[in-house]
């Protein structure tokens, strides 16, 4: 694979309670635990930014797929669920769902678009097998 573009971003602080940046600068959060896993609350999480990472990420790969298909993806739109949890092995793990919105488009070639583009995502591929992704049509 040729890399294009490489992401960095560095933790400090107490992890979950802590800071992450950017080496560019635009990004810069404090990070807290939330609420419903016993912390503070009140600023974003990972998994929020994942949430954001693979919204933007997998919308970007269906509009690509729905022009190529000469299908309408003028308000179109990703809204990403990530989920954290115990495995029940000792572990933490995630699970997605991806709820896609297509209103000019048949639910039928809908449906073929955003498999399409769960083949294309990189995030998708990087999840595949990993955790589980649901995709639903709204």
Do not use: W
């Not at 979950?16 to 404090?30: E, H, I, K």
């Not at 009140?42 to 990472?53: I, V």
Request: glycine share 12%; aromatic share 4%; hydrophobic share 40%.
């Amino acid at each position: 694979m040729k890399i294009l573009y490489t992401a960095k971003a560095t933790a400090t602080g107490d992890g979950r309670d802590g800071q992450v940046s950017s080496s560019d600068g635009q990004l810069d959060l404090v990070l807290a635990a939330p609420a419903e896993m016993g912390g503070a609350g009140g600023a974003t999480n990972p998994e929020q930014l994942f949430a954001a990472g693979y919204a933007a990420c997998f919308h970007n790969a269906l509009r690509r797929v729905a022009r190529a298909a000469h299908a309408e993806v003028d308000g179109s739109q990703v809204t990403a669920e990530v989920g954290i949890g115990p495995t029940g092995q000792g572990t933490f793990g995630l699970a997605v769902t991806l709820r896609i919105a297509l209103p000019h488009v048949p639910a039928d070639t809908a449906t073929q678009l955003v498999a399409r583009a769960h083949e294309v995502c990189p995030y998708s591929n990087a999840t595949r097998g990993n955790i589980d992704v649901q995709l639903e049509l709204v």
